[in-house]
């Protein structure tokens, strides 16, 4: 194919991925360098790209300081106990002090934010939740990033990160090609902002075949954050941290405004409540500071997600599934019933299809809930992704290292499920982050940080020739067979992300082996993981289209690397629920109350595994103000 | 299968092609109209239904789980800022939602910020972003560092 190579060159700020993190830096950096050059590269169309894509029902993340709701601090203790104790708590706090101005602009530019009629506040679906009439969520936010960039590119997947050939560990740009065109192209520029996104389909999902794109994360969140991140050398924090959701079967429409707005809540198939019967053993399991039902009930401390999820997984393991949620009731009232819906519309439509189509009227049928696959991510209830520097004034030096969320490759930053440790920024946080990592991205340049960087040709052309090997491959060897798809020379993008699925499913604590892996199981998966490797080299792409899914394919198989690598060297099962390592099934904050830490050589590909300290920055003093205020009552 | 073209509706115009995040609305070639070419990545997220100004896509529940004879349909409009849907069952039954989709005439409430004043020294330096302390408290109150909340970062360091 011929292809052009386009460079679009001196760019001061490369933004990679125009979702809510990718969005939210490129508006900042406007802002903090009026006189730089913006430019995102962005997979598909920012109107309508990344995880907001059909749009979402409510902010996840809002303080609500102004009108003395929360404080970013009380936002920390939070997410940290919901995290079992392993969050970046300065990482944290810096994006929960800065999230409700995002918000307030977000109101500005038009997102119809749904008001308490009583108290004129934000209407709240829970602590940290407030609703919206969210369907133009994204076309919104995009708005503002192209109103700052100097350029967006659509339709270019970017598969590599740029080095500088100058310094070493310093950034340089980005390489991609065209969707469209199949045009090569090259940014050259001084930072670069990653916020390409988590990873869905990494490991098997519970739907197949025509289905199998009906995942809770978007199929098109391909991991590439990480796979960037991880093959151009920067480190990695938390990555083990999987999430696995409850939510509705099948459509896996979720259940936040249900649980917390409609007051729903679940039952087994005899109708009884089952969550609290697990909890006793689970507590001696993880220890009582992490699962303490009769303290959750009196302060606002949460049972952490997984610990949920371990309930759900175990009593169906019973033989007492279904899970059902009880919508019957609260779907009476026709404005809940509303909202129910429209919940739906606005955020998951597949869920609303698959009740019309097999006549679950929520109204006069409860439900089933399910636990998903599981999905690698670092801005939901999971905080995987690359290690981070936090601000000058909070952060200890451990995780500082000069400016806000640049990775440990100089002038790399990153947002949303990008940055590791920072579990529940969700959309707002997401995009605060953008915020942070652009202003900081200007302070780096107008510090001369960036000053002298070279890129040979060398490297942008054999970037070029690794990029565009699928097709030549494809190009090669399609006349050695008749017809069809099975070659003795090549697999096609499919079948490779078929093999990913299935070791992962299988030796990495998957949905069909109820999420339980050990040590040798890991090791095996390493192993196949590693000549799945050698396979991808082999793997052919008959159109530009192909070329894509190999990409992300290959992002992906990283990704997965990765996470088995962390699962091996965390040796405790630290968030039961979302995976249980079955030779070290107790919780050991003895020796694992750190986060984990990775490095992959880019000439080697060796991982480095290493322990960071677990830095506490808030103390307990609303538990134990609350435990002194209360005295301990037995759950009704 | 997610998303499928009506033959007859469908006039070719690539508004579903531009817009799908999964790119995989491609126009047939002999046909010069759209298809899904990959209903396996299709998310069903209604994006390309959104955006087709003929009404000619529609979305199938997934084979794996979702029996025929549902559908759901939607209509977007920017000028009147609202979005309509229509749900209707297997049996009959139907539903019908309409909610907002902005509070503004379209692509209005941003301020340009390469017309703002530039800032200063002080506030690179400092903790604020563009907006801020502003925008935080409406004008009542600051950024949180850990002396305005009397906090410290406690350097117990587990292992
Ligand atoms: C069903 C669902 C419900 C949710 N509900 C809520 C909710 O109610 N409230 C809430 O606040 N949050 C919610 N979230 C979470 C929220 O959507 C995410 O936290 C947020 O979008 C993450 O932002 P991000 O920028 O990291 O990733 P994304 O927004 O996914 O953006 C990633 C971008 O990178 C692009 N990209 C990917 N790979 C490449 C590449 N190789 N080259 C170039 N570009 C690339 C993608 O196209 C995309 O535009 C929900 C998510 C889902 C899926
Ligand atoms: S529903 Fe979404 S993913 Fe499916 S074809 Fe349309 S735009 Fe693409
Ligand atoms: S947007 Fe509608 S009319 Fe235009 S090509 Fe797509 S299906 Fe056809």
Request: some cysteine; overall charge neutral; hydrophobic content about 35%.
């Amino acid at each position: 194919m011929a292809c052009e190579t386009i460079v679009e060159d001196s760019i001061d700020i490369l933004v990679v991925g125009g979702g809510l993190g990718g969005s939210g830096a490129a508006w900042e950096a406007r802002f903090w360098g009026q006189d730089k050059k913006i430019v995102v590269a962005e997979k598909a169309n920012i109107d309508r790209s990344g995880a907001v894509a059909q749009g979402l029902y409510a902010i996840n993340c809002y303080m609500g300081t102004r009108w003395g709701e929360n404080n970013p601090e009380d936002h920390v203790r939070y997410a940290r106990i919901d995290l079992m104790g392993m969050v970046r708590e300065d990482l944290l706090f810096d994006m929960a002090r800065h999230v409700d101005s995002t918000v307030h602009q977000f109101e500005d530019w038009g997102l119809p934010i749904m008001k308490n009629p009583k108290t004129g506040n934000y209407l709240r679906e829970g602590r940290w939740q407030i609703m919206i009439h969210g369907e133009s969520y994204k076309p919104i936010v995009a708005e503002a990033a192209k109103k700052s960039a100097d350029k967006i590119y659509n339709r270019i997947c970017v598969t590599h990160l740029l080095l500088d050939d100058a310094k070493d560990n310093r950034i340089a740009g980005a390489v991609g090609f065209n969707v469209r065109t199949g045009n090569y192209h090259v940014f050259k520029s001084k930072t670069v902002v990653v916020a390409a996104g988590g990873a869905s389909n990494i490991f098997k999902p519970r739907s197949v075949g025509e289905g199998a794109g009906r995942v809770w994360y978007a199929p098109w969140s391909s991991g590439s954050a990480y796979g960037l991140m991880i093959n151009a050398g920067a480190k990695m924090t938390q990555m083990e941290n999987r999430i696995v959701l409850a939510r509705f079967k099948d459509g896996y429409g979720p259940v936040g405004a249900y649980f917390l707005h409609l007051k729903t809540y679940t039952q087994n198939c005899n109708g009884e409540e089952y969550e609290s019967k697990w909890f006793p053993e689970l507590q001696k399991m993880v220890g009582k500071e992490y699962l303490d039902p009769e303290l959750s009930h009196r302060t606002h401390r949460p049972i952490p997600t997984c610990l949920r999820n371990h309930a759900i997984i175990n009593e169906v393991n019973a033989g007492r599934g279904p899970i059902h949620m009880v919508t019957m009731k609260a779907f009476q009232d026709p404005h809940l019933e509303e909202v129910g819906w429209e919940n739906f519309l606005g955020m998951t439509v597949g869920q609303a299809v698959l009740w019309a189509a097999t006549d679950v009227d929520p109204k006069s049928e409860n439900p089933e809930l399910t636990t998903s696959e599981p999905y690698v991510m670092g801005s939901h209830a999971t905080g995987a992704g690359g290690w981070a520097s936090g601000p000058e004034d909070i952060s200890p030096p451990e995780y500082f290292w000069g400016y806000n969320r640049m990775m440990t490759i100089e002038g790399l930053f990153g947002a949303g499920d990008a940055v590791g440790g920072t579990p529940h920024a969700f959309s707002s946080g997401s995009f605060t982050e953008g915020r942070l990592a652009a202003k900081a991205a200007c302070k780096y340049i107008d510090d001369g940080k960036a000053e002298g960087i070279r890129i040979n040709d060398q490297q942008v052309q054999d970037r070029k020739e690794e990029i565009f090997a699928p097709m030549e491959r494809y190009k090669i060897y399609r006349n050695e067979i008749v017809a069809g798809t099975v070659s003795p020379s090549y697999i096609n993008p499919k079948q490779g992300l078929d093999r990913l699925q299935k070791l992962m499913d299988e030796y990495c604590g998957g949905v069909t082996v109820s999420y339980m892996t050990n040590e040798k199981l890991l090791n095996i998966g390493l192993k196949k993981l590693k000549i799945m490797e050698e396979d991808l080299e082999s793997i052919a792409a008959k159109d530009i289209h192909e070329l894509l899914r190999a990409w992300e394919l290959k992002h992906r198989h990283r990704t997965a690397e990765c996470v088995t690598q962390h699962t091996l060297f965390r040796k405790e099962t630290r968030w039961p629920g979302y995976y249980y390592r079955g030779d070290a099934m107790k919780l050991d904050d003895k020796n694992w109350h750190v986060l984990t830490v990775s490095r992959r050589d880019p000439e080697t590909g060796e991982y480095t595994m290493e322990k960071a300290p677990c830095y506490h920055l808030v103390g307990d003093e609303e538990e134990k103000a609350a435990k002194k205020k209360a005295p301990a009552k037995k759950r009704a | 299968m997610p998303t499928f073209v009506y033959m007859t509706s469908c006039d070719g115009c690539g508004h579903c092609v531009d817009i799908c995040p999964s790119d995989i609305m491609h126009i047939d070639p002999t046909y010069r109209r759209a298809y899904n070419i990959e209903p396996d990545m299709c998310w069903e997220c209604y994006s390309c239904v959104k955006a087709c100004p003929q009404n000619a896509i529609d979305a199938r529940g997934y084979a794996d789980f979702a029996p025929l004879g549902h559908s759901v349909r939607v209509r977007r409009d920017e000028e009147k800022g609202t979005i309509s849907w229509r749900v209707k069952f297997r049996n009959g039954t139907e539903k019908n939602f309409l909610s907002p989709i902005t509070t503004k005439p379209w692509g209005t409430g941003y301020p340009e910020l390469k017309d703002e004043p530039a800032p200063s020294n002080e506030m690179r330096d400092s903790q604020h972003l563009y907006s801020e302390p502003k925008y935080i408290r409406m004008d009542d109150g600051d950024v949180h560092t850990l002396e305005s909340n009397k906090l410290k970062m406690k350097l117990g360091v587990y292992y």
